[in-house]
């Protein structure tokens, strides 16, 4: 059974940082690509980042390229999301999830595990 744990959301200004972590246990972590989504209110879940099994490939939805940085820990079975000058449009719940599978996914259907949630909210 995998189990992915967010944490790291809040009450961020406008310009302001938030590291996101998600810590998973279960199946190998190592050879699976992670993601990251959101999901505002009255709006479908969206892509933010993902990164391959061995971190070297990376993707970004446009709306936080060169703001957001993904990155993960395979020592730790952790993944983390660096969220710099941040918007108040960056305001949403924050999914964390996993992909059985070593290629980045950008869709949530190809993904098959799924964290809680954490919220961040960003005031202008």
């Known amino acids: 059974q995998v189990q992915l744990v967010e944490s790291g959301g809040g009450l961020v200004q406008a310009g302001g940082s938030l590291r996101l972590s998600c810590a998973r246990s279960?199946?190998?972590?190592?050879?699976?690509?992670m993601g990251w989504f959101r999901q505002a209110p009255g709006k479908e879940r969206e892509f933010v980042a993902a990164?391959?099994?061995?971190?070297?490939?990376?993707s970004y939805a446009d709306s936080v390229k060169g703001r957001f940085t993904i990155s993960r820990n395979n020592a730790r079975y952790t993944v983390y999301l660096q969220m710099n000058s941040l918007k108040p449009e960056d305001t949403a719940v924050y999914y964390c999830?996993?992909?059985?599978?070593?290629?980045?996914?950008?869709?949530?259907?190809?993904?098959?595990?799924w964290g809680q949630g954490t919220q961040v909210t960003v005031s202008s």
């Open positions: 990164i391959s099994w061995s971190g070297v490939s990376t």
């Open positions: 279960g199946r190998t972590f190592s050879r699976d690509a």
């Open positions: 999830s996993s992909r059985r599978s070593i290629q980045i996914g950008t869709i949530p259907s190809e993904y098959d595990y």
